[in-house]
């Protein structure tokens, strides 16, 4: 198993372009989370798909951040236009169904972002 | 009150000494507990989950829940420097209901050799 695939490992970008970031998840996994991580705020749950459909978007910070996921074993996270505070590292994640309380989500290996 | 509560750090311990890592959280509705170590430019990764009070262990770590006091924490016994990472305690909010994960901080632990 590949694991979960980002894309870009690194991006940067000058202050009003559009951002993409790519996620592939794990082959069977429903569940898909996008996360962004910063040394001030930690690791902050932005959106998240159960096949393939937005569950929950509440910490999408505002409407410069988009979601898709147009099909299981894609999704991307879209800023528009980027602004320096978004710099972070935005990682993807996917999981199974929780309701055994025991499974997990798997982390892919992030995209480091650098708004200048 | 935050969600999931952690000290920042860093915690330094003695290798060979037990590391002592704590996590509050604030809804008592929560079910089950995750603790997911982070190197420092890698990726979350889980090495332990429990959902029972009392003690759960997995080799040298040993997680210990307390639902009544709203506590959970990860011990690591015979600490060794490749230990040195940040822990992040993660929470499905509201009992499960959810497949969500809140996370805490994390924190920081370095194994001095």
């Known amino acids: 198993d590949a694991g979960v695939i980002q894309s870009p490992r690194h991006e940067v970008t000058e202050m009003g372009q559009e951002v993409t970031l790519r996620c592939k998840p794990i082959?069977?996994?429903?569940?898909l989370f996008w996360y962004r991580q910063t040394m001030m705020r930690g690791l902050e749950l932005l959106i998240y798909f159960n096949n393939n459909v937005p569950i929950d978007d509440s910490g999408m910070p505002e409407d410069r951040f988009s979601a898709k996921m147009p099909n299981a074993s894609f999704s991307t996270l879209k800023i528009q236009p980027s602004e320096p505070r978004d710099s972070a590292v935005y990682f993807c994640?996917?999981?199974?169904?929780?309701?055994?309380?025991?499974?997990?989500?798997?982390f892919g290996p992030g995209t480091r972002l650098t708004v200048l | 009150q935050k969600e999931v509560e952690q000290n920042s750090g860093p915690l330094s311990v003695p290798e060979g000494a037990i590391a002592s890592l704590n996590c509050t959280y604030s809804?008592?509705?929560?079910?089950?507990f995750f603790w997911y170590r982070q190197y420092s430019g890698k990726s979350p990764e889980l090495i332990m989950f429990i959902y029972s009070n009392g003690d759960k262990e997995d080799g040298r770590f040993t997680a210990q829940l307390n639902k009544a006091s709203q506590y959970v924490s990860l011990l690591i016994r015979d600490s060794q420097p490749s230990d040195s990472a940040t822990y992040l305690c993660a929470v499905p909010p509201y009992g499960g209901a959810t497949n969500k994960l809140i996370f805490g901080t994390g924190t920081l632990l370095a194994v001095q050799p």
């Open positions: 994640a996917s999981s199974r169904d929780y309701s055994t309380l025991t499974d997990t989500q798997y």
């Open positions: 809804d008592r509705g929560s079910q089950s």
């Open positions: 082959s069977g996994h429903d569940y």
